[in-house]
Structure formats: C-alpha cells, structure tokens
Nanobody, 122 residues
Framework: QVQLVESGGGSVQPGGSLRLSCITS????????IGWYRQAPGKAREAVAC????????DYADSVKGRFTISGDNAKNKVYLQMNSLKPEDTGVYYC???????????????WGQGTQVTVSS
C-alpha cells in the first residue's frame, strides 16, 4: 500500500524557514519522482517542486525558485522541502505526492499524502 506522510508544518513569521519531511512506504523512491503541491485557502492546488528518482534536475514553481529546495534520501525513503524566506502567500496545506514516472512528468499525481499546514504571518 502506497503511503506518503508529511510532517514539519507550522506557523512562522515572514522571512522565516521551515523544513517539511515526507516519509514514504509501499514503494521505492528509486522508481518514482516525488513532488510537493500546496493549496492556499480558496485556491486550487498547485505544484511547488518535484525531484526525479535519481535526484537530478529538480523542478520548481516560479514563485518559489531560489527560496525552496527539494531533496531526497532514497535509502531512508524520505523527501524534504526546505523553505526559506517564507512569504504570507506561501501559506497553505502542503502535500507530498508520487509521480507516475521516474522523471517529473507534470501530470496530476495519483498518490497524495494527507497534507501539513504551513502558515506564514506576522
């Protein structure tokens, strides 16, 4: 059974940092790209970042480039999202997702975690 479990969300002031973690099970990260989506209140879910199964060429949404970094530890079945210089518009529920392919395909993932709340506010 595929499972993705996020942690690390919380409340932070603008300019602060958070590190999200995703623990995966039921499959091996060697075979799938993993990404992060987020959903702000009243808005549609959007792709934030994605990393391929071999860890090369990560993709980022333009709104987070230079501030967020996605990384993975295949041996530990974990994926991380380091978020720096957070802005109020980064507020939302962040989801860990499994791509259908080894590369970041850009298609809507079929497998989602339960989400973790990130709130950026002064």
């Amino acid at each position: 059974q595929v499972q993705l479990v996020e942690s690390g969300g919380g409340s932070v002031q603008p300019g602060g940092s958070l590190r999200l973690s995703c623990i995966t099970s039921g499959f091996t990260l060697d075979n799938y790209a993993i990404g992060w989506y987020r959903q702000a209140p009243g808005k549609a879910r959007e792709a934030v970042a994605c990393i391929s199964s071999n860890g090369e060429s990560p993709d980022y949404a333009d709104s987070v480039k230079g501030r967020f970094t996605i990384s993975g530890d295949n041996a530990k079945n974990k994926v991380y999202l380091q978020m720096n210089s957070l802005k109020p518009e980064d507020t939302g529920v962040y989801y860990c997702v499994r791509d259908a392919f080894r590369h970041c395909s850009g298609t809507v993932p079929a497998d989602w975690g339960q989400g973790t709340q990130v709130t950026v506010s002064s």
